[in-house]
Nanobody, 126 residues
Framework: QVQLVESGGGLVQAGGSLRLSCAAS????????MAWFRQAPGKEREFVVA????????LYADSVKGRFTISRDNAKNTVYLQMNTLKPEDTAVYYC???????????????????WGQGTQVTVSS
């Protein structure tokens, strides 16, 4: 069983930056593909970005390309999401998710992920 704990959320002005972290425990972190999803009030949870177990492959939602960067440190069992040039529409609860080793290693559906964190709130003011 893998436990995921997100941190780093908060309130920021439009154009600002935040860095989210997701610390994993209870499993073999380096074998999991990791992803970030977000859910705004009244909306479905949506895919933001994913990274393969090795960190070599990444996949970004079009809405965040060029602004967000995912990375991972397998030695620290942690995945990061650097968010720059934030917009009010980025406001949401951000969730970290882990996908056990299988093919394909990266998917965009929530159903493709086995473990979820509790989420961290990101609020971008205009």
């Amino acid at each position: 069983q893998v436990q995921l704990v997100e941190s780093g959320g908060g309130l920021v002005q439009a154009g600002g930056s935040l860095r989210l972290s997701c610390a994993a425990s209870g499993g073999t972190f380096s074998s999991y593909a990791m992803a970030w999803f977000r859910q705004a009030p009244g909306k479905e949870r949506e895919f933001v970005v994913a990274i393969s177990w090795s960190g070599i492959r990444t996949l970004y939602a079009d809405s965040v390309k060029g602004r967000f960067t995912i990375s991972r440190d397998n030695a620290k069992n942690t995945v990061y999401l650097q968010m720059n040039t934030l917009k009010p529409e980025d406001t949401a609860v951000y969730y970290c998710a882990a996908r056990g080793a299988r093919v394909p290693d990266i998917v965009v559906s929530t159903r493709g992920y086995d473990y979820w964190g509790q989420g961290t709130q990101v609020t971008v003011s205009s």
